[in-house]
């Protein structure tokens, strides 16, 4: 089970599940995505890293998040110009309060676009 969000549906996001505490979130790049550079806007880069991040840690049975960002970097290092996108995530630290997880973007070539970590805090 992934997290359920209005938002994350908008934008169109596809999960899977690869393992323990590891997820892939693909998104199909659609004009709304682009930016006036003409790459993926880092907003929905971003969003791409957080979701795939968050879902690293399974919901409850509900889709209700058991944790929440409190802290998020996203390096940018190649403009995004290609018609998929995949988040690879996965936690690299679970404690009791805190959950650390890194995230790598990559393009359908497999061209690393952006990469990420997050610090989640579980309620």
């Known amino acids: 089970m992934f997290i359920k969000q209005p938002f994350d549906e908008f934008l169109g996001f596809e999960y899977e599940r ?20 003409g790459v993926v806007h880092g907003g929905v880069i971003s969003t791409l890293a957080d979701v795939a991040l968050s879902n690293t ?7 209700v998040q058991k944790s929440v960002t409190v802290d998020l ?9 290609s ?7 996965e936690v690299i630290k679970a404690g009791k309060a805190l959950t650390h ?3 790598r973007i ?6 690393l676009i952006a990469k990420a970590k997050g610090v989640f805090f579980n309620r």
């Open 73 to 81: 970097n996203v390096t940018f290092l190649k403009g995004a110009r």
């Open 106 to 111: 990559e393009d359908e070539s497999g061209t």
């Open 57 to 63: 840690m399974e919901p409850d049975g509900d889709g």
């Open 18 to 37: 690869t393992g323990d505490g590891k997820v892939a979130v693909t998104l199909q790049v659609k004009p709304l995505h682009i930016n006036s550079a």
């Open 101 to 103: 997880a890194d995230c």
């Open 83 to 89: 018609d998929r996108l995949t988040a690879f995530a």
